[in-house]
């Protein structure tokens, strides 16, 4: 029996490699397959993404709530150390492994059609397949480094992929400002790896952070300074993957890219990964270092919550709310809600990739306005768009149920995750002083702005009039819901989207399965009257908010935002966060290179050059005093040497007159000599 196990054990792991690999062999066979626009690279990564769907669920059936599969070999050998590489497969990583697959099908199907008409259709696909072989890798290596590695590559898959479109400026500097930042963060995790290695000598996930694992003891070994550094490193690799402020200013920028690479990447997938980082080190962090998280992630939270109230790029509003419901999963971590936050983490990925398919689907059908009757407009942006339920009824659907989940009304998996975040946040702090009970009130705050900036934005999308006919009277609406490409990826995420995918209650978020699998680190036994209170009073008052939102944006009976006030301004400039980082970061680093540069110029590369000129002046006076002194007195010795040797020659001609007169003067010399003296 036991033998039959591990054949099985062994047959989940091989099938979770499968998983991770095909879309690697959809990247190689994309590279080398000729032609730009080749479509058959679309349909070679969608069938690889749906082999690694299939097998995810076979994994996830053998692995989820049973024994954890742990495989490995040995990889290399360094003198008498040791390192293994193989696939870790726990409730987390089976989770992610399917999280990740279910949310690239419906967006490989949707990229079929979006992406049809460009010249690089190709490359794209090439990219994508790339991107999901590095994040389906990342979520079930069972090892620090080769989760290193793979954190590296899902940073660069991301890199192309929204700088996609390289002929336009702003996807330049935007691919630039998220690598520079996701840099920040690798710094910081690769600092985090070295200390623990040093500590506990071993790389192995699971020997590090399991049930009995060594780190659980971390804060009695580990130094307490480099304590807080790994801490510290690994919060930088968390914020900079998963958008927490500070590092959160590169994921709205990052909307350059495809809207389809939007929807996967920066909303369920890559961004995720910092979250799902916690989740795997979870055991290192002690309470005040959670404390801190808590912290970050609430203010995060409710600082892009506030700044999306106010934006008027589509993909904009969206890619800000990501980061604020990025905050509320950072801050379930930190108050202990570790199963709430990945079930939310979980949610998220389906409503919020399900609203970024409706924006690409919008603002493709608004650019086609823009080229047919020549328009000088954004597509992006809501104030040109309005009234286009009629014409786009699936598609307003989708989005009315996404949103719904979005804002976490009831019968929506958004309900059960957000309102189990928020019941865990009051159980937290009470007990506390005041001051913690701030993370769960803000919670709370953000949750009904969210209300107000998702009615906004239907509203403004779906209701009212259409706003270019006041541009232009003679515009008709030809545009629909698209091709069966985006109709079936809208439907599938949106049933995604509804309580009985995650749960057959529709109230109670502790009866959710997801959370059954993580139920040992959280304790869901708790229940209060937090668990009345804080949905009736969330859901009365969101609903409150949408009508508000109602009536300004369409009945145009309720006080607009004031757009003139400070806070509007506040808001509209994004806090002002890249402003600041502009002028007391950028700027002063700027100033800095170039005195380095001018310093490096004008006095390094100066006495160098001084140096070279006066070795140039040095070597032409050696030359100088090589050629006419020295050579001189050698040609003269040597003409003084040739002139003797040439008169002395003469005496010995062979003739005997010569030899006679030689003695002669040899005796003359000797006679005048001996006088002389």
């Known amino acids: ?4 196990l591990q054949a099985i054990d062994a047959l989940t792991a091989r099938f979770a490699l499968a998983a991770v690999v095909l879309p690697l ?60 590489g193989g696939i870790l497969l726990n409730n987390l990583s089976v989770l992610m492994l399917l999280l ?24 794209y696909f090439t990219y994508l397949s790339f991107f999901c072989f590095s994040m389906l890798a990342l979520v079930v290596v069972d090892n620090l480094i080769l989760f290193y590695v793979f954190w590296e590559l899902v940073g660069f898959s991301s890199y192309l992929l929204i700088g996609f479109w390289f002929t336009r400026p702003k996807a330049i500097i935007a691919n630039k400002k998220a690598f520079i930042m996701n840099r920040i963060g690798d710094i910081g995790l690769l600092t985090a790896i070295i200390i623990i290695y040093v500590v506990f000598r071993t790389f192995d996930i699971d020997q590090l952070f399991g049930e009995n694992a060594l780190v659980r003891s971390i804060p009695f070994q580990l130094p307490g300074g480099w304590q807080y550094v790994a801490c510290g490193g690994i919060f930088l690799a968390v914020a900079a993957k998963s958008a927490q402020f500070p590092l959160h200013t590169w994921l709205p920028d990052a909307m350059e890219g495809p809207t389809s690479v939007s929807a996967l990447i920066h909303a369920a997938t890559m961004v995720a990964a910092g979250v799902f980082l916690l989740g795997r080190v979870y055991p290192i962090f002690t309470e005040s270092e959670l404390n801190v998280l808590a912290v970050i992630g609430a203010f995060t939270a409710f600082m892009a919550a506030t700044i999306a109230l106010t934006q008027n790029d589509l993909k904009r509003i969206l ?9 509320f999963m950072v801050m379930a971590m930190g108050i202990g809600a570790y199963a709430s936050s990945l079930f939310h983490l979980a949610t998220h990925a389906f409503f919020k990739c399900l609203l970024f398919l409706v924006a690409g689907i919008v603002i493709h059908e608004v650019q086609h306005i823009k080229d047919e009757y020549k328009l000088h ?41 957000k309102d189990g975040i928020l019941i865990q946040a009051f159980e937290w702090s009470e007990g506390k002083s005041w001051i913690y009970k701030l993370i769960p009130i803000g919670a709370l705050i953000t949750s009904w702005l969210t209300a107000f900036y998702v009615a906004r934005l239907i509203v403004k999308v779906f209701f009212g009039e259409f706003k270019l006919a006041e541009i232009n009277p003679h515009i008709k609406l030809h545009i629909g819901d698209g091709s069966w490409q985006y109709r079936i990826s809208l439907v599938f995420l949106a049933i995604c989207c509804l309580f009985p995918i995650f749960s057959l209650n529709p109230v109670l978020y502790e009866h959710a399965w997801l959370l059954n699998g993580f139920q040992t680190i959280t304790g869901l036994d708790r229940v209060n009257m937090y668990h009345t209170i804080i949905p009736a009073g969330l859901n009365i008052f969101s609903i409150l908010v949408i009508y508000w939102a109602y009536s300004i944006y369409v009945n145009q009976k309720a006080l ?19 402003q600041f980082y502009n002028r007391f ?45 020295v050579d001189g007195i050698l040609h003269a010795i040597a003409s003084i040497v040739l002139g003797i040797g040439n008169f002395a020659r003469n005496f010995q001609g062979g ?23």
């Open 100 to 123: 990740v697959s279910l949310i690239a099908l419906p967006v490989h199907i949707y990229s079929t059609a979006y992406m049809k008409e460009d010249e690089n259709y190709k490359r």
């Open 560 to 578: 607009p935002l004031p757009e003139s006030g400070w806070l509007f301004k506040f808001s509209y400039h994004e806090w002002y966060i890249d």
């Open 319 to 327: 890619a800000y709310s990501t980061i604020s419901q990025l905050g």
């Open 585 to 629: 970061i950028i700027a002063p680093v700027m100033a800095l290179s170039k005195a380095a540069q001018w310093f490096d110029k004008n006095i390094i590369d100066g006495f160098i050059h001084l140096l070279q000129r006066t070795g140039i002046f040095c070597s032409k006076i050696a030359d100088w005093t090589d050629r006419h002194i």
């Open 1 to 4: 029996m036991e033998d039959f």
């Open 25 to 84: 062999l959809a990247f190689v066979f994309n590279f080398f397959i000729p032609g730009k626009n080749n479509k058959v690279a679309g349909w070679v990564s969608t069938n690889a993404i749906l082999g690694s769907c299939v097998l995810s669920v076979f994994v996830f059936s053998k692995v989820w709530n049973q024994h954890q599969v742990h495989q490995q070999q040995l990889w290399f050998t360094i003198g008498s150390t040791k390192l293994y």
């Open 377 to 417: 407009i954004d597509p992006q942006n809501i104030l040109y768009m309005g009234g286009l339920r009629k014409k786009m009824p699936l598609t307003f659907i989708a989005c009315l149920i996404g949103g719904i989940a979005l804002v976490g009304l009831p019968l929506t998996s958004g309900y059960l995750s």
């Open 655 to 677: 003739k005997v007159q010569y030899y006679l007169f030689s003695m002669l003067a040899i005796l003359l010399a000797i006679f005048l000599f001996k006088i002389l003296v």
